[in-house]
């Protein structure tokens, strides 16, 4: 090859590696730039599914405080108790304050509709602040701010209705969160068009600690702060306990035990899930056998329910076989909830006639064919013990001067009841009417304080209580 071709050879070469680079380069470019989208988008996308979230929280969040203010006024309006309103007075300011917090995050147009409602909040809190300083210098409410309480209550009502009515729409799916800045201030505008009529005074304050809601029967929240009192002295072993869960669910011969492990905090129990039959492997029972006692503390039967064949009277009827069956004696039936086929049904101990509200018991039944398909005695073993109760020092009739003459008694009994603190009174329970509502107000037998007050929830699927 001559020196001219060589050159050329080399120089093509060159060109070829040349562009083969720059290829690579463009390439390099291209992948580099499709990698920055997809993390563009991965970022947008998971900053979206926050906003949601966040924005999900703060409204079922303000749901709840604004269906607490309506429970917490509607209590206010029948408490004939100076401590007890103060109390309830310094409750609807927390959640009204939590409320406004929530509501300030929604994305929802800040138009005057919502301003309006924001400005309702900010009123029942500020009024029910100063009230409950008013009541603990000895100065009880005027006729006019029990007027304006009752405006306020009624204002509750109708928030926690739309509220209700969109956290339903939201829930099902049928509304997002670009959807309800339209309707939702639409509702906000529909609740707060009589809220301007209010003029009490602003109060600038704040408070971050929020209260609990009794949700699944009364008294149900004191029982992790307690230790057990119901339970025997003994210690079992593994071995014992799966005979004990057995014998619990009258199986002699199970095709399939699985032990599950221990677990527990107060009371610490032995698991074993329970297969009776192979032929329906989808039917599992869960048992937990407490190891202190050798008790069992809950069971949960997952079979499939069909279509009720029976009414809550008759599965009353069978809970109450199936406790006595158990060993619970002297159980009454309290409040009960249907759902998916099942009453679930409380019961609490009765001594000599005084019912004994922390020592509570909940049975499942299934509808379809009357079985107990659950079963819950942590409340009983935590509290349960033979009390010694003494005679009430003040009479009824003088318990029912102390109930506020709005109050429309309709029944009244001496309860057992447990305080925040976990602490036991005695009481009587005067349980009434007042504007169309059920509620249940306790005396104390003794001291003659009024100790609580709750709301009775009737409605077809059950009764309940806040």
């Known amino acids: 090859m001559s020196i001219l071709g060589g050159y050329k050879e080399l120089r093509e070469r060159l060109k070829s590696v040349r562009l083969w ?38 409204f079922f969040d303000m749901v709840g405080y604004v269906q607490n203010i309506q429970a917490l006024l509607s209590k206010v309006e029948i408490s004939s108790d100076d401590r007890q309103r103060a109390a309830l007075y310094t409750e609807v300011w927390r959640n009204a304050f939590a409320a406004q917090e929530n509501l300030g995050q929604l994305p929802i147009e800040n138009n005057v509709a ?23 210098n000895g100065k009880k409410e005027t006729k006019e701010q029990r007027i304006q309480l009752a405006k306020l209550r009624s204002y509750a009502d109708k928030l926690s209705k739309n509220l209700n009515e969109l956290a339903i729409e939201i829930s099902q799916g049928k509304l997002r969160w670009g959807e309800v800045r339209t309707v939702g201030t639409s509702r906000f505008r529909r609740i707060s068009q009589n809220v301007t009529s209010s003029h009490m ?13 009794i949700y699944d029967g009364p008294f149900s929240d004191h029982i992790a702060r307690q230790v057990p009192r119901g339970l025997p ?69 997952n ?6 064949k029976i009414g809550v009277s008759r599965a ?61 005695a942590t409340a009983y073993y935590m509290s349960h013990t033979n009390r010694k109760i003494p005679k009430p020092t003040i009479t009824e009739a003088q318990a029912r001067k102390l ?62 209580s806040m």
Not at 203 to 213: I, N, Q, R, S
Not at 241 to 246: D, E, H, S, V
Not at 343 to 362: C, E, F, R, T
Request: no cysteine; proline share 2%.
């Open 201 to 213: 005074l602003a109060v600038e304050a704040g408070f971050k600690d929020y209260p609990t809601l």
């Open 21 to 58: 680079s720059i290829m690579a380069v463009v390439i390099g470019v291209l992948v580099i730039v499709a990698l920055w989208g997809v993390n563009q988008y991965r970022g947008k996308a998971n900053y979206h599914n926050y906003l949601t979230n966040m924005w999900h929280r703060a």
């Open 114 to 136: 919502l301003e309006r409602t924001a400005k309702y909040l900010t009123q029942v809190g500020d009024l029910s602040f100063s009230l409950s300083k008013q009541l603990m």
């Open 403 to 464: 109930v506020s003459k709005n109050f429309d008694i309709q029944s009244v009994s001496l309860s057992i009841i447990p305080l925040e603190s976990g602490r036991e009174v005695f009481t009587y329970e005067f349980m009434g009417k007042y504007d169309r509502k059920y509620f249940a107000d306790y005396i104390n037998a003794i001291t003659g304080k009024e100790e609580n007050i709750l709301e009775i929830i009737k409605d077809p699927n059950g009764i309940l």
């Open 316 to 376: 009353k009827e069978n809970a109450l076989k199936f406790l006595k069956s158990k060993g619970f004696t002297n159980m009454i039936d309290t409040f009960y909830l249907k759902q998916d086929n099942t009453a679930l049904i409380n019961y609490i101990y009765q001594q000599n006639g005084v019912k004994i509200y922390p020592d509570m018991v909940k049975v499942r039944i299934a509808l379809d064919t009357g079985q107990v398909v659950g079963f819950d």
């Open 303 to 308: 079979r499939a329910t069909s279509a009720p």
């Open 233 to 301: 002295d003994n210690v079992i072993n593994r071995d014992e306990a799966k005979k004990i869960a057995l014998d619990f669910l009258n199986i002699k011969k199970a095709d399939m035990i699985s032990y599950l492990g221990l677990s527990g905090d107060k009371i610490k129990t032995f698991n074993f899930e329970i297969i009776p039959d192979r032929r329906a492997r989808d039917r599992t029972i869960t048992v937990a056998v407490s190891k202190k006692g050798g008790k069992v503390i809950w069971m949960i039967d």
